[in-house]
């Protein structure tokens, strides 16, 4: 592993975690000639030696502790359940690897500060896998707002809610220990990544939030989703809201269910209300055209604008691991260090306190007393 790669020499990659993120980041990477899939790893022998060969990738491992001793790896997926992403990006990162984790980070603030902090000192890459944000009505937005055709915003939506989409009852995803919590942590992240990176990553300030837990422990609202089973009873929330204050006055709702009795089966999005302009993005069930709205006034007239936005690769990872891929090619790395992923999780450890405590809670408060 040298500290500048030659743009001549692909990057050597190993994907640890072959599940459906896992799958994506493999599938993504091989569409690149600039990045080659030398190793993977996952415990599962069948899901293991099956891509191997699908893929021709030449070693494999069912020990991730071992993925990591090669010396020949320049850069790390990490796509385990979430309490493997700091032992693993950790690991990778002091070994001098460069890290795409998938989202969350980790499973708390102080978790995602460790990874984050070795980042740092071991001087490489770290990036989350925020794909959403990736998607062309995001983009298109994004640059909407920064040629000011929402003016000043002051109050923004984030929301996920599935009618019966808890992944796997009795999978990973539903143990607090493995999963470090339930739709908020899982989908909830993904919009207020959308949001926060929209709004251009405000601080936030002050969370008010209540989780849910009412259908799941019944053994409702659960999905055919092929993930990593481990008999784990219900343990996290359904349904999660919160009210976030942010520096400058805006505030920002998000809510998030896995399992509730609504309409759509899925439906994701954000709203943003500015002074100049007001902006919907609404993706139901997945639907990939048509997602962007944008209100505005016209010769005094409200108007509905409804861009045309390229279709994309439909959920952004490949646009994320080429990034991922381009960013450590660069060269340029100091700036690229999990911030981002960071600020979230601390957000998320916000509203998980402040629906324990039943009261507001500042951000300030919490991450002071996480380090001392
Ligand atoms: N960005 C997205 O859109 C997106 C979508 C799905 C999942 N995710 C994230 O990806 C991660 C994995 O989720 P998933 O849906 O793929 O889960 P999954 O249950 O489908 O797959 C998890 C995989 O990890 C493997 N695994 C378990 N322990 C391991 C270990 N010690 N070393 C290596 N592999 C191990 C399992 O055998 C399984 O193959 C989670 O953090 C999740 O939040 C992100």
Redesign the pocket.
Known sequence: MTDHPSSLQPLRVGV???????RTHLESYLQLPDAHVIAL????PE?LSSLGKIHDIPHLYQD?QEILTREDLDAVSV????H??APVAIAALERGRHVLC???LARSGPEAEAIVQTAIQAGRVLKV?F?HRARADVAALKHYIETGGLGHIYYAKAYWLRRSGI?GLG??FTNKEMAGGGPLI?LGV?VLDMALYLLGEPQALMVSAAIYAELGPRGRGGSRA???MVGSDYQVEDLASAFIRLAGGTTLTLETSWATYRRANDEFGVTLYGNEGGAEIRVVNYVREDTLRIYTDVAGLPTELAPQLPRGDG?G?SQVVREFVDTVRSGDWSAHVGRDGLARARIIDACYASALQGREVLLCDLVSASQT
């Not at 790893?41 to 599962?44: I, K, L, T, W």
């Open positions: 640890v975690g072959l599940g459906y993120a896992g790893a996952d415990p599962d899901r991730h796509c385990t359940p979430n493997l992403h998938e989202k969350p896998a794909n992944p999978s990973w899982d993904h092929d993930k990593m959920y990872h």
